[in-house]
């Protein structure tokens, strides 16, 4: 299994310009999830969907943040004039519903907004 | 507000010693979560712990949780430099069903020869 795949892996922008981080789950998982991590505020949940419907977005910061998945196969989160503040390394993570519910994670997008 | 809590944020230690991670938090979720995060790198799954008196092992590395306490417990039984990385705990946000994860501050690990 590929695992969760994520592109770009690195991204570095300038102030003002939209941002699409682009996620795979694993074949056959049901959900997933986008995380946030920086140093300041750690590992922060952003938003997450379950069989594609979206569940929870009370993480997302900013009207400048949006998140789709069209299918089971693919999710973006965009960034909507992107700010220096948004620098961070953006992780997508998949699961199975069910009892154990492990997430399993992408290797990240390492985002820089000058 | 879900809140977890892990002490110590940070640890040196030399090989060979055994040491403890704590992991408090605040709901009544009976699913919790440790990871390992190496510098630069992405987390890896290490443990899921899904009732009271749960206790896991995976080589040096024991988890534990006791839910009418809310603290979870991973212990280091004889350190090895391999073994140095930063350790998340998580728990489910509501507890009892929704799915997305809220974590503590990480344990940043460091085994010194």
């Known amino acids: 299994d590929a695992g969760v795949i994520q592109s770009p892996r690195h991204e570095v922008t300038e102030m003002g310009q939209e941002v699409t981080l682009r996620c795979k789950p694993i074949?056959?998982?049901?959900?997933l999830f986008w995380y946030r991590q920086t140093m300041m505020r750690g590992l922060e949940l952003l938003i997450y969907?379950?069989?594609?419907?979206?569940?929870?977005d009370s993480g997302m910061p900013e009207d400048r943040f949006s998140a789709k998945m069209p299918n089971a196969s693919f999710s973006t989160l965009k960034i909507q004039p992107s700010e220096p503040r948004d620098s961070a390394v953006y992780f997508c993570?998949?699961?199975?519903?069910?009892?154990?519910?492990?997430?399993?994670f992408g290797p990240g997008t390492r985002l820089l907004v000058l | 507000e879900l809140k977890v809590e892990q002490n110590p944020l940070f640890l040196s230690m030399q090989e060979g010693k055994n040491y403890t991670i704590y992991c408090n938090y605040s709901?009544?979720?009976?699913?919790l979560y440790w990871y390992r995060q190496d510098p630069g790198k992405s987390l890896e799954s290490l443990f899921v712990?899904?009732?009271?008196?749960a206790v896991k092992q995976e080589g040096r590395l024991m988890a534990s949780l006791d839910t009418k306490a809310r603290l979870s417990t991973l212990h280091i039984t004889a350190a090895v430099h391999d073994l140095s990385a930063t350790y998340f705990c998580?728990?489910?946000?509501?507890?009892?069903?929704?799915?997305?994860?809220?974590f503590g501050k990480g344990t940043h690990l460091i085994i010194q020869p």
């Open positions: 709901t009544t979720s009976d699913r």
């Open positions: 998580a728990v489910d946000r509501e507890g009892g069903g929704a799915d997305g994860l809220t």
């Open positions: 969907f379950n069989n594609n419907v979206p569940i929870d």
């Open positions: 074949s056959g998982h049901n959900s």
């Open positions: 712990l899904l009732s009271n008196g």
């Open positions: 993570a998949s699961s199975l519903r069910g009892v154990r519910k492990t997430q399993y």
